[in-house]
């Protein structure tokens, strides 16, 4: 997870989105709802509107400069048990 735009400079202000770059795992599909819940989600933990954005959602206009400036403030790598699975809601299930 990495921070970019106004968030890193100056001009962030009390009423500024925060924007949040993510990654999922190469497997893992995120479809457009299940993103739009994720950013509404991340906006009420943070208290302000979350622009959250994955490498491959930018536009191309602008993608090699928010990648080049964003700051990465989490990163993990998550393994799951053999016995493990997702379910549908993207929660961890262990058997």
């Known amino acids: 997870m990495s921070i970019f ?3 890193l ?3 962030f202000r ?4 925060m924007g949040v770059l993510v990654e999922f795992e190469p497997d893992t599909r995120v479809g457009m709802i299940r993103l739009m819940g994720i950013e509404t989600e991340l906006g009420e933990i943070l208290g302000r509107k979350a622009d959250l954005n994955t490498p ?3 536009s191309k206009y602008y ?3 928010v990648l080049a400036e964003a700051v990465v403030h989490y990163k993990s ?3 799951l048990p053999v ?6 809601a ?5 058997s």
């Open 5 to 7: 735009g106004s968030a």
């Open 9 to 11: 400079r100056e001009d």
């Open 14 to 17: 009390f009423d500024s989105d």
């Open 56 to 58: 491959g959602f930018l």
């Open 63 to 65: 993608r090699d400069k």
């Open 77 to 79: 790598v998550i393994q």
């Open 83 to 88: 016995s493990g699975s997702i379910d549908a």
């Open 90 to 94: 993207g929660n961890l299930v262990c």
